[in-house]
């Protein structure tokens, strides 16, 4: 129960005071057994007994008289009282004669006085025994751990045994975080989990990983199809567009991934940490399972997550909720609702930006809503339902960036289906409901304004890094990384990467999210494996493993490739520097928008746009 070294000296008086008597009792209780057996041989007494008897000396004291009474039929020290009584009357007369007073002489027998002399032996080496504790229990000296242990700083608490780290499998999981739920954030998660996983804890020492995917929408948007599942409801199914991610990690089943809904609003570089706002109940009780142990348990709607390795694949959004997640799936789920409904029963609309998406955006409003039938059954709408549609651009010409003339063309089919263009003008306001109609008034550079009954926004993105220091970003936002290995140099220690749209490297091209994967990974697999090596020796003895670990560079693919549906069949196309006719636009994207690979980036996390045949995931 209590180390011995630290009880009062006064209990272990009192417990040897009760072991003596115990054994004095029982010493007299063999005693009275042996005078018992001696009485029941004996016939009768003779006179020479009665003699023998008649001259035992008479006892000088009560206590006396009570040791060396004659034997009785029935032991009477058996009782407790009895006992506790004969102990103390023998203690008390062996301290004063210094030698216990034994029996009568004539019961005496040489047992009896062998336990005698232990008896004194074992009294002496217990008093022996409670001098040297009650020296030691003195304030000067006191058998405690602390006569070993350093003096305590002024302030500093000890740590308890119950506040130390566990190690070993119980220890706390290092966390590998990835920001973004999106291509690049799921092509990361699956390889990850798929190629990375089985290669890390090479040593002994070795920590466990979890691997942490946060996402402000639980579901993955196919923003490939927005031009067309913008225009109206049933063109493109809303199973089709909008795939729920947690059940593409069903195949990792076993493995250590959680996913929590939720958006990074501060990041603390220096102390590796993340602020997250949990968007509902649900994801407030996911976070409590990777919450480290030691912490109070809370359902604040904003924790605090510690990171070891981080992956930033937050990619852009667009000014448009209808071209891209905002939040929540279903906030993108409402803005495609109420664009339905506007534009059935919209006269005028007005679509901004004269690139890919605005040329698609704008086709595809004329083809679905100003004509009806297919092929050479195609006829326009009666003249009262004929929606009249501008394309505002504030370049010289369409698709910048792309042949001169792939852009003349895409003007060509525009204007065949009746959409009016106008170039060199930039639209500086947009105000939503100016009035009791609810029409939106757009304002120019030119001083002008127009009014329209929907106004549908297509004037490019902005990368999603409100969160990220200042002093990692570049003029424009997007995250300065280092175009070669995917790091943050600018953080300071390995372990953070930034690939896709947020990245600066990126031209936004979807080729540039799946071609810097592998290199991401690799790299980041070279970081856990260095921190394994040191931890299995902190005194550099890996250093030489550690230095073997080389690391992959991106290159940059200048494969500038578009495609841009604008009618039903046709549409302008540029790739592998070629000029692609309508029929191939069709072929490739215009039929159904890729809508069938949406599931392949869900549950593999490969490219949409893989080559069919001798491609690899990423390519």
Not at 19 to 39: D, H, I, N, V
Not at 478 to 497: E, H, Q
Not at 560 to 573: A, D, F, K, Q, T
Request: some cysteine.
């Amino acid at each position: 129960m209590f180390p011995a070294d630290t009880l009062p000296s006064q209990y272990c008086e009192e417990q040897e005071a009760k072991f003596e008597a115990k054994r004095l009792a029982r010493l007299q209780a063999e005693a009275a057994q042996a005078r018992a057996a001696s009485c029941s041989t004996a016939s009768r007494p003779t006179p020479t007994s009665r003699q023998t008897q008649s001259q035992v000396p008479t006892p000088q004291s009560v206590t006396q008289a009570l040791l060396t009474r004659p034997a009785m039929g029935r032991a009477a020290t058996t009782g407790f009282l009895g006992t506790m009584f004969q102990g103390f009357a023998k203690a008390k007369s062996a301290s004063s004669t210094g030698t216990l007073t034994p029996p009568m002489s004539g019961m005496s027998t040489p047992a009896k006085e062998k336990n005698f002399a232990e008896m004194e032996a074992y009294i002496a080496e217990r008093k022996k025994d409670a001098d040297i504790a009650n020296a030691h229990d003195s304030p000067n000296h006191r058998r405690t751990a602390s006569n070993f242990a350093p003096p305590p700083t002024p302030g500093h608490r000890p740590p308890s045994l119950h506040s130390k780290a566990p190690t070993g499998t119980a220890a706390e999981p290092l966390n590998i975080v990835i920001l973004g739920a999106s291509f690049g954030g799921l092509s990361c998660a699956h390889a990850l989990l798929d190629d990375i996983w089985p290669q890390l804890r090479t040593t002994s020492t070795a920590p466990n990983y979890r691997l942490i995917i946060i996402s402000p929408s639980t579901h993955i948007y196919w923003n490939i199809g927005a031009p067309r599942a913008l225009v109206a409801p049933g063109l493109v199914s809303v199973e089709e567009v909008f795939i729920p991610l947690e059940p593409g990690f069903h195949r990792h089943r076993g493995l250590p991934v959680t996913f929590i809904q939720g958006t990074v609003i501060a990041w603390e570089v220096p102390e590796k940490l993340l602020t997250i706002d949990l968007h509902d109940r649900a994801a407030r009780a996911r976070f409590k399972t990777v919450r480290p142990r030691n912490t109070c348990d809370s359902d604040v709607g904003i924790q605090s997550l510690e990171y070891h390795a981080l992956i930033l694949a937050t990619g852009t959004s667009a000014h448009s909720d209808l071209l891209s997640l905002h939040g929540t799936h279903l906030n993108t789920l409402g803005a495609l609702s109420a664009a339905h409904h506007r534009l059935a029963g919209a006269k005028t609309i007005i679509v901004g930006g004269g690139g890919c998406s605005g040329v698609e955006v704008a086709g595809q409003l004329a083809t679905y809503l100003n004509y009806r039938g297919r092929g050479v059954a195609r006829r326009r709408v009666k003249k009262e339902d004929w929606k009249q549609i501008l394309l505002i651009a504030s370049t010289d010409a369409l698709l910048p960036g792309i042949k001169s003339k792939v852009g003349q063309k895409a003007i060509k089919a525009l204007k065949a289906l009746g959409i009016e263009v106008r170039l060199n003008t930039r639209i500086v306001a947009v105000k939503e409901d100016f009035d009791l109609t609810g029409q939106v008034k757009v304002e120019l550079d030119d001083e002008t304004a127009m009014v329209a009954d929907a106004y549908v926004a297509c004037t490019g993105v902005f990368p999603n890094t409100k969160f990220v220091p200042k002093h990692l970003l570049d003029e424009k936002g997007y995250l300065a990384t280092n175009s070669k290995i995917m790091r943050l140099d600018k953080i300071g220690y390995p372990g953070v990467f930034a690939l896709g749209d947020c990245a600066a490297y990126s031209s936004n091209y979807v080729m540039d999210v799946y071609t810097a994967v592998p290199i991401v990974l690799h790299n980041l697999l070279n970081d856990l494996l260095a921190h394994e090596l040191r931890l299995a020796s902190p005194y550099g003895g890996n250093q030489d493993q550690i230095d073997s670990l080389v690391d992959e560079e991106f290159v940059q693919r200048n494969v500038n490739s578009h495609l841009c549906p604008i009618s039903r069949y046709g549409g302008v196309g540029w790739l592998l520097g070629k000029v692609l006719p309508g029929i191939a636009v069709w072929a490739l994207k215009g039929h159904d928008y890729r809508v069938c690979k949406a599931s392949r980036v869900v549950v593999d996390g490969g490219n949409p746009y893989a080559k069919p045949v001798g491609g690899t995931r990423w390519e």
